[in-house]
């Protein structure tokens, strides 16, 4: 399974983005889809996730501004970013996390997101 992200840009501080990833392969579900970032000098966090049942999940940071989809069909994910911040400039991951054995784990390649003030 190999995941690609895009969408990743350049944005003024209250504008939007919205990020893509696409999944080629066969994904085991149940599932869980989500989006991570990490800014330099800082781990990797949550930002989004979405269980293959529909379930969300955001970071606390995002709560309110940001809108996690999901379609099993195409194997893809998005993330719709509102109201952006300065500290929200991060490189942001997609990853997929089968919850059956053996419980694979997939990361896609980084989508830079930066957020001007």
């Known amino acids: 399974v190999q995941l690609q992200a895009s969408g990743g840009g350049l944005v003024q501080a209250g504008g939007s983005l919205r990020l893509s990833c696409v999944a080629s392969?066969?994904?085991?579900?149940?599932?869980?889809m989500g989006w991570y970032r990490q800014a330099p000098g800082k781990d990797r966090e949550l930002v989004a996730r979405?269980?293959?049942?529909?379930?969300?999940t955001y970071a606390d940071s995002v709560e309110g501004r940001c809108t996690i989809s999901g379609d099993t069909a195409k194997n893809m994910v998005s993330l719709e970013m509102h109201s952006l911040k300065p500290e929200d400039a991060a490189d942001y991951f997609c990853?997929?996390?089968?919850?059956?054995?053996?419980?694979?784990?997939?990361w896609g390649q980084g989508t830079l997101v930066t957020v001007s003030s």
């Open positions: 990853g997929v996390h089968e919850l059956t054995a053996p419980m694979k784990i997939y």
């Open positions: 392969g066969s994904i085991r579900s149940p599932n869980v």
């Open positions: 979405i269980i293959s049942d529909g379930r969300t």
